[in-house]
């Protein structure tokens, strides 16, 4: 079994409050070296590319880029997803790390600092340059533009020279930069209402996350730890995926047997039809 990404969250801490977030309850923690290694260790022969995040944004990690060495010694492809605050400040870790292959950078956070858009797009520019992929995201849209996406729009338009059409998924704006619009999802939680369950997603198939305490959850959206698997700081990941083998035929077969899966909306997305 092998998995096209395995999320880490390095960290479950974030400088931002954004409401479109999911607001952890877990314990907030920053990840050791240690149990990075440990980490790394167990899942490099199930993947090539691992993503350090859940929640929590990875820039503040101050072991960052010792992870990022880490990873490129266990020839592992990183990407990441970042809130652009600490951009400028961490640029030079990003532009000699040779493990980095993309970042995401939310500019739905958009705070009210002075010239955030501006620094972000010049950082964007200067790792894109160097053959790192920049995706800026939109994912917060509704179906009239708010006034901050539209006022990020006509920057991105400005500067980069180009008439951007919103109904695309995805704008090219330069090579190994790209603009991507999504809508405003929601989070998934056990507190929700029961949707299906027949459907199908990534998760467990294609991905899964570990969250900062070593908890297995077969999805990347699983931002409080509700479907946990186990936990390989207690027991290998090996043993994790062959004690759930029943959960991937499951997920092949569109049958959904965990109960967060059957209240996700989310994961609609991926469904041709929910019976």
Not at 71 to 96: G, P, R, W
Not at 198 to 220: E, F, N, Y
Request: glycine share 2%; net charge positive; hydrophobic share 35%.
């Amino acid at each position: 079994m092998r998995f096209k990404k395995i999320y880490i969250e390095i960290t479950n801490q974030c400088n931002l409050n954004c409401s479109f977030c999911a607001h952890t309850k877990r314990p907030l923690k920053m990840m050791s070296i240690d149990e990075f290694k440990n980490i790394i260790q167990q899942i490099k022969p199930y993947t090539n590319y691992i993503y350090l995040h859940v929640l929590g944004e990875p820039l503040m990690h101050p072991d960052l880029e010792t992870f990022l060495q880490i990873a490129y010694e266990n020839k592992l492809f990183v990407n990441l997803t970042s809130n652009a605050t600490l951009l400028m400040q961490k640029k030079d870790i990003l532009l000699s790390s040779r493990a980095l292959r993309q970042i995401n950078l939310s500019l739905h956070s958009f705070p009210h600092i002075p010239d955030y858009l501006k620094k972000t797009v010049q950082a964007g520019d200067e790792l894109s340059e160097h053959g790192i992929y920049v995706s800026y995201r939109l994912w917060t849209l509704k179906d009239d533009l708010d006034l901050e996406s539209k006022k990020t729009i006509k920057y991105l338009e400005e500067h980069y020279h180009l008439n951007i059409q919103r109904y695309k998924d995805s704008v090219k704006l330069k090579p190994h930069c790209f603009l991507s619009f999504d809508k405003e999802f929601l989070w998934p939680s056990m507190s929700h209402s029961f949707v299906s369950q027949k459907g199908t997603c990534q998760g467990w198939r294609h991905m899964c996350a570990i969250l900062v305490d070593g908890s297995v959850v077969p999805c990347c959206l699983d931002a409080n730890g509700q479907a946990v698997l186990g936990n390989l700081f207690e027991t290998p990941f090996n043993d994790i995926l062959v004690e759930h083998e029943d959960l991937l035929k499951d997920f092949q077969n569109h049958k959904l047997s965990l109960p967060l899966c059957q209240k996700c909306t989310y994961r609609k997305k991926f469904d041709k039809k929910i019976v």
